[in-house]
């Protein structure tokens, strides 16, 4: 069984753009969820679907969006890019809205 | 304060020898998990609990509901044991994952 997979793993963008990242989930997961790790603050939550429905939303600005296909398959897209988003951003699938997390390798975004 | 704080910061241990990080939260939890991170980046989750104890080789994981306190141990440390451990709860009604700072542990051989 595949796992997790996103893309792009590596993404060099400039402030004031916008980029959008994708996010596969292992076959037949329902919950996709995504993270934003930093080495000041460490790993945060940006927000979690279920079946196509954004669930809950982590304590970031509204330039961070996502949104979740029929398939499970999901994009978060960051607008007006600033310098402070350059992080890993990771994303997890789990069967169960409360379960295991499978996470994928992560997208590394630089902005300069 | 974080609600969700993880001892020791660091830790470096000599291979064979047992080891012990902790996780106390402030916030009610659903679940708590136990993530294993290595250098480059990749996550592995080693444990998703609500309640008393689970075993996996030589890695056990438990959780006391009542004093919002969880263990992870390893025992029989080995260096390939060596990364970021991060304790992350999942508050009751929410799905908004609160993260530990993490614990990088160090196995010499």
């Known amino acids: 069984k595949a796992g997790v997979t996103q893309t792009p793993r590596y993404l060099i963008k400039t402030r004031g753009q916008q980029v959008t990242l994708s996010c596969s989930p292992i076959?037949?997961?329902?919950?996709v969820s995504w993270y934003q790790q930093t080495p000041g603050q460490g790993l945060q939550f940006l927000f979690e679907?279920?079946?196509?429905?954004?669930?809950n939303k982590g304590n970031f600005p509204g330039r961070f969006s996502g949104r979740q296909f029929s398939n499970s398959r999901s994009e978060m897209n960051v607008s007006t890019l600033e310098l402070g988003d350059s992080a890993l951003y990771l994303c997890?699938?789990?069967?169960?809205?409360?379960?295991?997390?499978?996470f994928g390798s992560g997208t590394q975004l630089s902005v300069l | 304060k974080n609600e969700v704080e993880q001892s020791p910061q660091n830790l470096t241990a000599q291979e064979g020898e047992f080891i012990t990080i902790n996780c106390s939260y402030s916030?009610?939890?659903?679940?708590l998990h136990w993530l294993q991170q290595h250098p480059g980046g990749g996550i592995v989750s080693l444990f998703m609990?609500?309640?008393g104890k689970k075993k996996h080789g030589r890695l056990i994981a438990t959780i006391n509901i009542q004093e919002k306190h969880s263990s992870l141990h390893i025992t029989a440390s080995h260096p390939r044991d060596s990364a970021v451990y991060i304790c992350?709860?999942?508050?009751?009604?929410?799905?908004?994952?609160?993260f530990g700072a993490g614990t990088r542990l160090t196995v010499k051989p």
């Open positions: 997890a699938s789990s069967l169960a809205e409360v379960g295991k997390l499978f």
């Open positions: 076959s037949g997961h329902r919950s």
């Open positions: 679907y279920f079946s196509e429905t954004q669930r």
């Open positions: 916030v009610g939890i659903s679940a």
């Open positions: 609990l609500s309640s």
């Open positions: 992350a709860a999942l508050p009751v009604n929410n799905n908004d994952m609160r």
